[in-house]
């Protein structure tokens, strides 16, 4: 099973995220993953997503094909 070094991992919250610890971070400064993990378990695990299909999720999100509301 791959297990991609994280020690280098910059992590971010989202802008809209406000102040509260109940958020997910991205790690995307890695080189050809993108790491997401629960901000209240810092040290637990991480999704991994190659670029792709990251690239393919977020332009997914920004063109509301995941919207339930609608």
Request: charged share 25%; hydrophobic share 35%.
């Amino acid at each position: 099973m791959f297990q991609p070094n994280l020690a280098n991992a910059v992590w971010r919250k989202s802008s809209r995220s406000g102040s509260g610890n109940n958020c997910v971070e991205v790690a995307d400064n890695l080189t050809e993953i993108v790491a997401v993990r629960d901000s209240k378990d810092p040290h637990g695990p991480a999704l991994i997503f190659s670029l792709g299909d990251w690239e393919t999720f977020t332009t997914g999100i920004k063109r509301g094909e995941f919207d339930t509301l609608n």
